[in-house]
C-alpha cells in the first residue's frame, strides 16, 4: 500500500503558474504508473495527467497539454505537476493518484488516492 500527500496548491492569478508535489510514502513508488486528476465544485472528478513508472512516457488531457507538465523522481517518491499559463477554468481540487496496473487516465485505474490540494485561479 501507498500512502500519497499533495501539496502546493494555492490561490495564483490567471496566466500564472503553479507547481503540485505528491510524495508517496514506502519503498516501492517506482512500482507505480501515478496520475494527477482535478475536480471542480460540482463536477467530475476528471483526468489531467498521468505518467510511467520510469517516467518515459506520459499522458495529458487535452485542455491542458502544452499548459502543464507531469514529471517523478523515484528516489525522492515524488510526482509533480507543472501547471503554466493558469486559467480561471483549471480551479479545482488537484488530486495525486496511483495504480497497481499500467499507466492509465482512467480514474478507475487507480488503486490509491490523497486528500487533494485545492488550486484557485483568480481573473
Known amino acids: 500500500q501507498v500512502q500519497l500527500v499533495e501539496s502546493g496548491g494555492g490561490l495564483v492569478q490567471a496566466g500564472g503558474s503553479l507547481r503540485l508535489s505528491c510524495a508517496a510514502s514506502?519503498?516501492?513508488?517506482?512500482?507505480?504508473?501515478m496520475g494527477w486528476f482535478r475536480q471542480a465544485p460540482g463536477k467530475e472528478r476528471e483526468f489531467v495527467a498521468a505518467?510511467?513508472?520510469?517516467?518515459?512516457?506520459?499522458y495529458y488531457e487535452d485542455s491542458v497539454k502544452g499548459r502543464s507538465t507531469i514529471s517523478r523522481d523515484n528516489a525522492k517518491n515524488t510526482v509533480y505537476l507543472q501547471r503554466n499559463s493558469l486559467k480561471p477554468e483549471d480551479t479545482a481540487v488537484y488530486y495525486c493518484?496511483?495504480?497497481?496496473?499500467?499507466?492509465?487516465?482512467?480514474?478507475?485505474?487507480?488503486?490509491?488516492w490523497g486528500q487533494g490540494t485545492q488550486v484557485t485561479v483568480s481573473s
Open positions: 514506502g519503498r516501492t513508488f517506482s512500482t507505480y504508473p
Open positions: 505518467i510511467s513508472r520510469s517516467g518515459g512516457t506520459t
Open positions: 493518484a496511483a495504480a497497481r496496473g499500467v499507466v492509465t487516465t482512467t480514474r478507475t485505474g487507480y488503486d490509491y
